[in-house]
């Protein structure tokens, strides 16, 4: 059974620009999370999708990140315009059940904006 | 504001060393309470979870976590580590008046000398 994947894997952009991550949850969960690490912190909670609803996107840090899951399937996540305090490591999570169920991460996407 | 303080930012240990990673929370509610692990070249794992009952949880790989409700603590141990215990560990908090919200530590790092 495949993991959740995540693309790209690394991604360096410039200020001002826009980029759009993508991930593939394990098939069959319906929930789906996103989640940022910046420079060694700790992982924080960016928002959680139950099929192609947001449940809860109070993590989000602002009006430039867009989120979205249409069909309930692979979800995205747009930063635009990006900003230099956006540089981190973006991590997606899948479970069957809800967030008390195991989380399965991906390998993250490091995101470098210069 | 609700947080998860991991003491240690890097431990160092021998093989066949005990170890004991320490975890606190600050919120006076229910709460769920895990340990993840994140392998080197690998994605973030699920380690061990608490959710009610004895307070004494086994995880895989021989960890086990404790929480001690009085001293909203969670540490981590493992009686003799390995050196294929080099990793990473995050302690997690789900609270249960938001339920979608996992609050993460800033991670250990946790480094074996062979």
């Known amino acids: 059974e495949a993991g959740v994947t995540q693309f790209p894997s690394h991604s360096v952009i410039e200020k001002g620009q826009t980029v759009t991550l993508r991930c593939d949850p394990i098939?069959?969960?319906?929930?789906l999370y996103w989640y940022r690490r910046v420079m060694g912190k700790e992982i924080k909670f960016l928002l959680h999708?139950?099929?192609?609803?947001?449940?809860?996107e109070s993590g989000m840090p602002n009006n430039r990140f867009l989120a979205e899951r249409t069909g309930g399937t692979y979800s995205t996540l747009k930063v635009q315009p990006a900003e230099l305090e956006d540089s981190g490591v973006y991590f997606c999570?899948?479970?069957?059940?809800?967030?008390?169920?195991?989380?399965?991460f991906g390998p993250g996407t490091r995101l470098t904006v210069l | 504001a609700q947080s998860v303080s991991q003491h240690n930012h890097h431990v160092i240990l021998s093989e066949a060393a005990s170890l004991e990673l320490g975890c606190n929370y600050s919120?006076?509610?229910?709460?769920?309470l895990f340990w993840y692990v994140q392998y080197p070249g690998q994605h973030l794992q699920l380690l061990l979870k608490?959710?009610?009952?004895?307070?004494l949880v086994k995880g895989i790989k021989g960890f086990e976590a404790e929480f001690i409700k009085s001293k909203f603590s969670f540490n981590l141990r493992k009686p003799s580590v390995q050196w294929s215990d080099t990793a990473e560990y995050f302690c997690?908090?789900?609270?249960?008046?938001?339920?979608?919200?996992?609050?993460f530590g800033s991670g250990t790092r946790l480094s074996i000398r062979p």
């Open positions: 999570a899948s479970s069957l059940q809800g967030p008390t169920d195991t989380q399965y």
């Open positions: 098939s069959g969960h319906d929930n």
């Open positions: 999708f139950v099929k192609e609803s947001k449940q809860d």
């Open positions: 919120y006076g509610g229910t709460v769920n």
């Open positions: 608490y959710f009610s009952g004895d307070p």
């Open positions: 997690a908090v789900n609270l249960y008046s938001s339920a979608s919200k996992i609050i």
